[in-house]
């Protein structure tokens, strides 16, 4: 059984989620650019949010938790133990997957299916790399994982993969999108109880 604690396990000042949003900032930069590298088109990020919000509610970092999305999800280990998630609208997977593949429509198959985990493992990839060379910490991807479903049910796939669950969690949201507005997706951070404030004290803010 997970364990569930009533309250947070500590809480923030408003100076520490600044500094969690800065080194979302910095992953995210990274991770954006690795994308625009490999799809060959500008790619913006909004700027990062830090929250700490009911494990209920966590569907709530999501623009449209009902959407039927295509997420890429992997586990986070290393010093600090967590999961790691993009969820793109189905027609920015669509876009993304024909961008890598050179395509100019593609279906959600199998090999759509293999440049999105790429596509995932790349970005995802970058910014944990990003967050490691910041704070010194290790954090170490495992291979991506693809599922099609409404945002919200991806979230509460995650969410059952967490090895012990509070409440209360702080979740890293951004999200991604293209000036055109083609591209639009989330990227969500959610380590495991206590890896937040291993990276806060890794950066002298514990």
Do not use: W
């Amino acid at each position: 059984m997970k364990n569930m604690s009533a309250q947070p396990q500590y809480a923030l000042s408003e100076e520490q989620f600044d500094a969690l949003r800065e080194i979302a900032n910095i992953g995210m930069g990274k991770a954006s650019s690795a994308l625009a590298d490999l799809i060959g088109t500008t790619i913006l990020i909004s700027v990062p949010q830090a929250v700490c919000v009911p494990i209920s509610s966590l569907q709530t970092v999501l623009r449209d938790p009902e959407v039927v999305t295509a997420g890429v999800y992997l586990q986070v280990t290393g010093d600090i133990t967590g999961h790691a998630t993009f969820i793109f609208e189905v027609n920015s997977a669509h876009r993304l997957a024909g961008m890598l593949l050179g395509l100019p429509e593609v279906q959600l198959d199998e090999v759509t299916a293999s440049a999105l985990m790429e596509i995932g493992n790349i970005m995802l990839s970058a910014y944990l790399t990003s967050i490691s060379d910041f704070t010194g910490l290790r954090l170490l991807p495992s291979p991506p994982v693809m599922a099609v479903d409404m945002g919200c049910a991806i979230l509460n796939a995650v969410l059952t993969n967490m090895q012990e669950l509070d409440d209360f969690a702080v979740t890293i949201a951004t999200d991604i999108y293209d000036p055109d507005g083609l591209i639009s997706g989330t990227f969500i951070y959610l380590p495991e109880p206590g890896g937040i404030r291993r990276i806060l004290e890794a950066i002298g803010m514990g």
